[in-house]
Structures are given as structure tokens and as C-alpha cells.
């Protein structure tokens, strides 16, 4: 199956620490987005690269929050020294053109 | 991009027509409508895409009227795995390209 892999699927974390999640996109797909969702909402965008450059990161949600494409390849998402209300699921999609393909995402639970 | 609005929750009985409305009042010329759908526990999944023509595929089918403000899915036998939330999104093909999830319609295929 050559889709979107997440990494780890599922990451139960303390308070305060700090958390990588990865996503690999489909190899030809340039465009990588990082989404967020919390019980009951929609998902809700973060951020996006093209290729290696990050076009858009104004929606990330606070300075915690950082994300890298190096090579234009995989992608990773920091959050550092998280906390409660950073539970959600991470969703990571990419695309080529119009078609958009995302992961089964990283559900995080801060405890 | 344009707000959707969409019912919260609808049912279906297995075997018939699940036909669901999205309105977009305030689409643009050039913003296209979009259906996803979101089955427990997984990422969201393209379903199809449109314009202002009618389309269809092995999915589904889309409906936009002719003043483009609303549109409808059709899955025309619905089966119990397509118990999801269906997200209607419509948005311009230039720009970000980020996808603007609303709360969507949680669809219950019904025995």
C-alpha cells in the first residue's frame, strides 16, 4: 500500500514532555498538510509545505507547535512540553494537484 | 473559503438512496464543492468533487443547483460501512489549498 503512514498510530504522553509524530506522504505528492481533531469537531489545519518550504504556518496554534520536511520527503510534527488540551488526533494528508490523500492519523492523549 | 452548512445527523435504511444536502451560499466562481467522508477512527476519505456540473462515480454522485448555493450527495444503495460523517467543503483551487472542515453530517446506515 503506497498511502500516507502515520507514526506511531496511538501516543500516551505526561504532562510537560515533548512529542514527534511522522508522516510520509505518497512519494510523488509535493504538498503535505498537518491537520488536528479533537472529539466531535471537523479537522482543523495547521500547516503546509510544499515540497521543503513551510507556506503556511500561521495556524498553528501556539509556539509549542513546530513542523519539518526535510528533503521534501516525511514530514514531523513537534509538540514540546505538552499539555492537557493538546489531546487529539493529528491527521497528515498530502496532494498532488487536487487530490488529496490523508493517514489514519496519531491519536495523542496527555495525561 | 465559503462556510458550508450541513445537518448534524441523518439516517438511511441499507439498500436505499442517502441523499445528503450541503448549502454554500456564499460560493465563489471559482471555488469548487468538495465531499469527504470520515469513517470512527480513521482519516477522512475522498469521496468526489465538482464545480458546477453534475458528476458521478463508483462512489457517489454530486448535485449542484444551478445558482451553485447548495449541493447534494447521493450514494444510491447505501450499505452499513457507509456509516461515516460526510464533511461538504468548497474552496478555491489556488492559494493554500487547505481543506476548511466544518462538524459535517453524521450518516447512520440503518438494517
Known amino acids: 500500500d503506497t498511502g500516507v503512514s502515520q507514526d506511531p498510530r496511538h501516543k500516551i504522553t505526561k504532562r510537560g514532555q515533548n512529542v514527534t509524530f511522522r508522516c510520509d506522504p505518497i512519494?510523488?505528492?509535493?504538498?503535505l498538510y498537518w491537520y488536528r481533531q479533537t472529539l466531535g469537531q471537523g479537522p482543523e489545519f495547521l500547516t503546509y509545505?510544499?515540497?521543503?518550504?513551510?507556506?503556511?504556518k500561521s495556524r498553528l496554534l501556539s509556539d509549542r507547535f513546530s513542523a519539518e520536511r526535510p528533503k521534501g520527503s516525511f514530514s514531523t510534527l513537534e509538540i514540546q512540553r505538552t499539555e492537557q488540551g493538546d489531546s487529539a488526533m493529528y491527521l497528515c494528508?498530502?496532494?498532488?494537484?487536487?487530490?488529496?490523500?490523508f493517514g489514519s492519523g496519531t491519536r495523542l492523549t496527555v495525561v | 473559503d465559503a462556510k458550508t452548512t450541513q445537518p448534524p445527523s441523518m439516517d438511511c435504511a441499507e439498500g436505499r438512496a442517502a441523499n445528503l444536502p450541503c448549502n454554500h451560499s456564499?460560493?465563489?466562481?471559482?471555488?469548487?464543492v468538495y465531499w469527504y467522508r470520515q469513517i470512527h477512527s480513521q482519516g477522512p476519505q475522498y469521496i468526489i468533487h465538482?464545480?458546477?456540473n453534475n458528476e458521478t462515480n463508483e462512489m457517489a454522485s454530486l448535485i449542484i443547483t444551478e445558482d451553485r448555493k447548495s449541493s447534494t450527495l447521493i450514494l444510491p444503495h447505501a450499505t452499513l460501512r457507509d456509516t461515516a460523517v460526510y464533511y461538504c467543503?468548497?474552496?478555491?483551487?489556488?492559494?493554500?489549498?487547505?481543506?476548511?472542515f466544518g462538524t459535517g453530517t453524521r450518516l447512520t446506515v440503518i438494517p
Open positions: 456564499t460560493i465563489s466562481g471559482n471555488e469548487y
Open positions: 512519494s510523488e505528492h509535493n504538498r
Open positions: 467543503i468548497v474552496r478555491a483551487q489556488t492559494g493554500a489549498n487547505n481543506l476548511f
Open positions: 465538482g464545480l458546477k
Open positions: 494528508a498530502s496532494s498532488f494537484l487536487r487530490g488529496y490523500t
Open positions: 509545505f510544499q515540497n521543503e518550504a513551510q507556506l503556511e
